[in-house]
C-alpha cells in the first residue's frame, strides 16, 4: 500500500510539472476542457478523480485529524465532474485560480465533513 502511494504521488508530480509547461494548471483552462466534448469530458473526469484521489492520500499519509471533504461511497467520478464543473461555471471570479485547488474546494463545497 505505501509503495503504491509512493507511486501515484511520484505520478501526481510528473504530471503536475508537465501540467505547469503545458499551462494547463487554470480553471479556464479546465472550463474550456470539460466543456469540449467527450474527449476533453472524460480528460476532465481523469483529472478530478486524480487530484480528490490524491487528497486522500495527502491526507492520510499526514494523518490529518479532519478531513477537507467527506465524498459519500456512493458518488461516482461523473458526478465529481459535474460539481466541479458547475463550480467553475458558479464561480469565474476564481477560474484563474489553480485547478487543483478548484476541485477541492468545489468537493469541500459539497460534500462537507459534519462534525
Known amino acids: ?3 503504491q502511494a509512493i507511486l501515484i504521488t511520484a505520478a501526481l508530480t510528473i504530471g503536475s510539472a508537465y501540467a505547469q509547461n503545458a ?3 487554470s480553471g479556464n483552462f479546465w472550463h474550456s476542457m470539460c466543456n469540449s466534448g467527450e ?3 472524460m480528460a476532465c473526469v481523469n ?3 486524480g487530484v480528490l484521489y490524491g487528497a486522500q492520500v ?3 499519509s499526514h ?3 479532519e478531513p477537507i471533504f467527506c465524498i459519500p461511497k456512493s458518488v461516482n467520478s461523473n458526478q465529481l465532474t459535474d460539481i466541479f464543473r458547475k463550480y467553475l461555471t458558479d464561480h469565474p471570479e476564481q ?3 489553480h485547478s487543483a485547488s478548484i476541485v477541492v474546494m468545489s468537493a469541500n463545497q459539497q460534500f ?3 462534525p
Open 1 to 3: 500500500m505505501r509503495g
Open 23 to 25: 499551462e494547463t494548471t
Open 39 to 41: 474527449a476533453g469530458y
Open 47 to 49: 483529472y478530478v478523480t
Open 58 to 60: 495527502a491526507e492520510q
Open 63 to 65: 494523518k490529518q485529524e
Open 95 to 97: 477560474r484563474h485560480m
Open 112 to 114: 462537507p465533513c459534519k
